[in-house]
């Protein structure tokens, strides 16, 4: 049973538009949400998060929203820059279980020029 | 400066043969973990040590054995290698406090290939 889930496995926006990220989970015990970015050959390199208290976080160019009652949240970077292409990763955790986060599946973004 | 570093970065074997991941992290976090990742891009959970102990092992087969000889330090031994485990393994660390746990920091990943 797949808890968190990111229902888009690519996406693909032209430099200087919005990219949309979405993930959707199904534990309501989740209270902290993070993004994570990665490059082929390295490990995921954390971008943003959020805590369930809060429904945006933002920095930068990237802005989390999350929506508790929908358990969705996404991610949007503007504008996008093609140095952003890259697979992001969605991740929940419940602070009584240790730090351990739990994985969506990824969307690959490619931002062209 | 590599805040959480893995050793070695690729690792190709034959199936049968024991083998052993290593990992350290200088940003003095309190908590270490291995994840998994598979063929499918999943990255799931294997284990967590906070200050040395073991706090989560997520049903990983037995073969696996994590062993940490100091907070700063959480290495992966495998036995009996199979097929199956080919995978990419990642060692990440974070601060975890209890109410607030700050975000995982991960290492460059270590492509195990089992032939």
């Given amino acids: 049973d797949q808890q968190v889930k990111q229902n888009s496995p690519s996406l693909s926006v032209q430099e200087g538009r919005i990219s949309i990220l979405n993930c959707d989970y199904t534990n309501s015990m989740f209270d902290y949400f993070l993004w994570y970015k990665k490059y082929p050959a390295e490990g995921p390199t954390f971008l943003i998060s959020i805590s369930s208290i809060k429904d945006k976080n933002e920095d930068g160019r990237f802005t989390v929203f999350l929506n508790k009652s929908a358990k969705h949240l996404s991610l949007h970077i503007v504008p996008s820059q093609p140095g952003d292409s890259a697979v992001y990763f969605c991740a929940a955790a419940d602070y009584n279980q240790g730090g351990k986060l739990i994985f969506g599946q990824g969307t690959e973004l490619s931002v062209k020029p | ?115």
């Avoid at chain 2, 063929?39 to 696996?64: A, D, G, H, Q, W």
């Avoid at chain 2, 907070?71 to 109410?99: M, P, R, W």
């Fill in chain 2, 1 to 115: 400066d590599t805040a959480v570093s893995q050793t070695p970065k690729y690792l190709v074997t034959q199936m049968g043969n024991d083998k052993s991941i290593k990992c350290e992290q200088n940003l003095g976090h309190d908590t270490m973990y291995w994840y998994k990742q598979d063929s499918k891009k999943f990255l799931k959970i294997m284990f967590s040590y906070n200050n040395k102990e073991l706090i989560i092992n997520e049903t990983v087969p037995n073969r696996f054995s994590p062993k940490s000889p100091d907070k700063a330090h959480l290495n992966l031994h495998i036995n009996s290698l199979e097929l199956g485990d080919s995978a990419v393994y990642f060692c990440a660390s974070s601060q975890v406090t209890g109410i607030m746990n700050t975000e995982a920091f991960f290492g460059q990943g270590t492509r195990l290939t089992v032939v």
